[in-house]
């Protein structure tokens, strides 16, 4: 029988779980942080199994079983904003760690902090809705989501330990609760207890305090997040077959480009001296990043074995970086193995950065004001602050001490270099120990990537440089773990990093150059690509509703305030309570109260309303216009007295209800952004250049990706390139559909010869984009194919487009397909020239076993 999760991963798969989010919840969450498109999958199975799936457990269990740093608080949030939305108002936050409990609270309540995820003001309809800590429910606020913070260790000891004005187990009698844990695997302790345990010392468990909770009544939910559940554990196992909605990996997190890339740097060198190579390379990206006017700040962890070691590593750190010269930085320069750490002094020369004024900045950046000591258990509530906002631009911290105080719920992005000052190995029979794997977690947490974005292409949350080593900046998407060199030590790291899924098992860091034949072609003198730009949309084809996709028939339940007490299992279906249903059209309820409806929502302000309908006239149009507000109905659901004679009240709130609906999907219903249909000239010399690439090699995968032809595994894939002076790169090293496309150009060269004068195919080694007209979505084509042909005096160039695309992938991107279909139809070329003409085509997907039929009869088609 499958789990929980494999049900829902085929739900998914065959499209029953949409992937969206209603727009009640993105307006309320902080615009800073957009969800991801693997967040939005978790709420989407979320809202699915609470509103329509029929095996829903009562009261219901989930876990979010997600990798460290993929954002399972902003997860936590969409959830609270969704379930107050169906009428829960009172949450419990629980974790096994203080230091959670701070951040978490940070995170919540205080619209200040950087990391506050939600919007100011948080509203549904016209209402302004607060988030309020609470001690106990006895006091909350009727319409308030109230949230109880506490230890699992505290709320375990508070109601077990019954005391005066303390919470109790009453508190949460007749109440719906939301029970939020993280770092959830912290209390399965019951699960995990033999068999043979008594009921006495079973009812003395932190599980047992929250089982109580949960079970009070039946419409209670316990939310469980975690990135380290011990499924390996039989019980937990069974535990949670039916309980896991939804599993996201490290390993995924990483290969979907959302964590640095993981580096460990050995060095034959005293800890202080590793620790001083850590500080310039920490200046060295620093440096980078100022050039490019980005707002970061490099931070180092530094790591002991021991308090007192750490403490007495502090002492010697602040003496070396006050004592700091030239001559230091020369020694270490001259000692320095590792390949990055050359490369900083060789930037640093290449700026004009002298050793003398990098001592300078050394000693004001890393002064004892700007390091931060993490290891008491009674760090004060500044020093809290301070560790869980790195990033804030007032925060001018570069290193931390720590033992092992930043184990658990560290959220730290700007976290760049954790030099190790100490050098054991605990490992047994060829497996990492308990320190080595909690070394690796720790790595795990520290390789959250930095968001940085260069231009409106870019996406700021993912790692840009994979398949370019050589750019400066890739220095700015790396952790690096300095230690000392101790082979067999790093060996078991390795292998720890490798299985929490941060560090790739296989890598391969290969080069393609351009090939100095081409560099000595006409058409790398004088040859242009034509590429289309993303521009932002002035909608001035939208003229109303219709020109969007949108709702123009709602259903409202009307909230009547019925209440029943009842026997369960008494039959209470005397029909008091019937319900029927009428249809309205909006405008029945009269301009006036839609006005008032209206002023009720920022979003209907008229200048805003101008930004989506620019050739809207008035807020009078919006209202009564057939192509607006004039064409919306609505199906009013309530008691048969009511729905026959709506009060102001309701018609106010059904109004509210489809005008906030309204909002979101005007919103989505029209782009952002376009890509213009006017395709512009780039001289191909700017665009080319030799690349450096970053090839993960996973044999669960396509098992030619990272494989030259020349060294394929498939013997009919086997090309040697360098002989073939139409493809413009010595070497392909893509997927095998990419080679078997090169193979069928290989196979059509001599018929192409007989008509083209200058042949060249291209691969797109992320070197350019072009831009879906409808709404400005980044493509990239794995190929572009140029043909010449010299007729009459004219020369005539034919660019085509061609994606070369997986079985697994045909539908997922179809709509690429579809955009390069419409490039041959809509492209415009305003640049004219007197003795040459371009033409543009996109084709249709290339498959070797499934569309190549297809895409031989299209270009047959091309080529007549």
């Not at 800590?133 to 699992?152: C, H, K, Q, R």
């Not at 290969?255 to 005293?270: P, R, T």
């Not at 302000?605 to 008035?618: I, T």
Request: with cysteine; net charge negative; aromatic share 12%.
């Amino acid at each position: 029988m499958p789990s929980l999760r494999e049900e829902f991963d085929t739900l998914v798969k065959y499209t029953v779980i949409k992937q969206d989010v209603p727009g009640f919840i993105a307006q309320n969450l902080n615009p800073a942080f957009e969800l991801r498109p693997y967040q939005i999958n978790a709420l989407a199975r979320f809202f699915f199994y609470i509103n329509d799936f029929k095996d829903r457990a009562r009261p219901t269990q989930l876990l979010f079983h997600m990798a460290t740093g993929s954002g399972k608080t902003l997860i936590m949030a969409a959830a609270i904003l969704y379930l107050y939305e169906r009428g829960y108002r009172h949450f419990v936050f629980f974790v096994n760690s203080t230091n959670i409990i701070e951040k978490t609270r940070d995170n919540f309540l205080n619209p200040l902090s950087s990391k506050y995820l939600f919007a100011e003001p948080i509203k549904f309809g016209p209402k302004q809705v607060q988030i309020r800590e609470v001690e106990n429910f006895e006091i909350a606020g009727p319409d308030d989501i109230s949230i109880l913070f506490t230890t699992i260790q505290g709320l375990h000891t508070r109601l077990n330990t019954p005391r005066e004005n303390a919470l109790t187990y009453q508190d949460f009698a007749n109440k719906r609760i939301v029970l939020i844990s993280d770092e959830a695997h912290h209390i399965n302790a019951l699960t995990k207890s033999s068999l043979t345990q008594t009921e006495a010392e079973e009812e003395k468990t932190w599980e047992a305090t929250v089982n109580k909770i949960f079970t009070t009544h039946v419409d209670n939910l316990l939310l469980e997040f975690t990135a380290t559940v011990e499924l390996s554990h039989p019980a937990v196992k069974t535990k949670y077959d039916n309980k896991i909605l939804y599993q996201y990996s490290l390993k995924e997190f990483r290969e979907d480009g959302y964590s640095k890339e993981v580096k460990v740097l050995q060095a034959d060198l005293e800890p202080i001296d590793r620790a001083l190579q850590a500080v310039v390379l920490s200046q060295y990206r620093r440096k980078v990043a100022e050039k490019r006017r980005l707002q970061m700040k490099p931070v180092l962890l530094m790591k002991s074995r021991t308090i007192a070691e750490s403490e007495t590593f502090e002492i010697e750190f602040h003496t070396a970086i006050r004592e700091l010269t030239t001559e230091r930085l020369q020694i270490i320069k001259a000692k320095a193995a590792a390949s990055s750490v050359q490369h900083a002094f060789r930037y640093f020369e290449t700026e004009g950065i002298s050793l003398e004024n990098l001592v300078t900045e050394i000693k004001a950046d890393f002064n004892p004001d700007h390091c931060l000591s993490v290891n008491s258990k009674s760090d004060s509530e500044e020093k809290q602050l301070l560790v869980n906002s790195l990033e804030d631009r007032d925060n001018q911290i570069r290193v931390v001490f720590a033992v092992d105080k930043l184990n658990e719920g560290w959220d730290v992005l700007n976290l760049f270099d954790i030099v190790r000052l100490y050098d054991t190995r605990d490992a047994k029979q060829g497996r990492p120990g308990p320190t080595t794997i909690a070394e690796a977690q720790l790595i795990g947490r520290g390789a959250r990537y930095f968001p940085f974005q260069l231009n409106k292409d870019q996406t700021r949350h993912k790692r840009k440089f994979d398949e370019d080593l050589d750019n400066e900046l890739r220095v700015l998407e790396e952790l690096y773990y300095h230690s000392a060199h101790n082979p067999r030590y790093i060996q078991e790291l390795r292998q720890a990093l490798v299985e929490t899924g941060i560090m790739p098992d296989r890598t391969r860091e290969i080069q393609v150059k351009i090939k100095e034949s081409f560099k000595q072609s006409d058409f790398w003198q004088n040859g242009m690509i034509f590429l289309n730009k993303r521009i932002r949309n002035d909608r001035a084809n939208i003229t109303g509703l219709s020109d969007i996709q949108f709702t123009d028939r709602h259903t409202y339940r009307l909230r009547t305030g019925f209440a029943q007490d009842s026997v369960v299992f008494e039959d209470s279906s005397n029909g008091s309570n019937a319900t029927m249903s009428q249809t309205y059209n909006l405008l029945d309820f009269g301009p006036h109260l839609i006005r008032k409806a209206l002023n009720k929502l920022t979003f209907y302000h008229f200048d805003n309303l101008k930004q989506y309908f620019p050739q809207l006239e008035s807020i009078t149009q919006f209202i009564t216009a057939a192509d607006f507000l004039g064409q919306i109905q609505i199906e009013v659901i309530g008691p048969a007295e009511q729905i026959n004679r709506l009060s102001p009240a309701h018609k106010l709130d059904t109004t509210l209800h489809v005008l906030t609906r309204l909002s979101a999907e005007i919103q989505t219903g029209t782009a952002e952004f376009i890509g213009t249909k006017e395709f512009k000239p780039e001289a191909i010399q700017l665009c080319l250049k030799d690349k450096t690439l970053n090839i993960v090699l996973d044999d669960t995968g396509d098992k030619e990706f990272g494989w030259g032809m020349r060294e394929s595994r498939n013997i009919e894939l086997i090309l040697d390139l360098q002989g073939q002076d139409w493809y413009v790169y010595d070497e392909n090293y893509g997927t095998a559909e990419e080679k078997y496309f090169v193979k069928f150009i290989y196979s059509a060269i001599e018929k192409l010869k007989r008509r083209y004068d200058t042949i060249y195919l291209l691969r797109n080694e992320r070197l350019f984009q072009i831009y879906r007209f409808s709404d400005g979505r980044a493509i990239e084509p794995d190929f572009v194919l140029f043909l010449i042909e010299n007729a009459s005096g004219k020369s005539i160039m034919y660019q085509l487009f061609v994606e070369p695309k997986g079985a697994h992938l045909l539908r997922e991107d179809k709509w690429k397909e579809d955009f390069l279909k419409e490039i041959e139809r809509e492209y415009q070329i305003l640049v004219m020239y007197e003795s040459k003409e371009f033409k543009l085509y996109g084709m249709p997907f290339y498959n070797e076993q499934l569309t190549k039929t297809e895409f031989e009869n299209s270009f047959s088609q091309f080529l007549s």
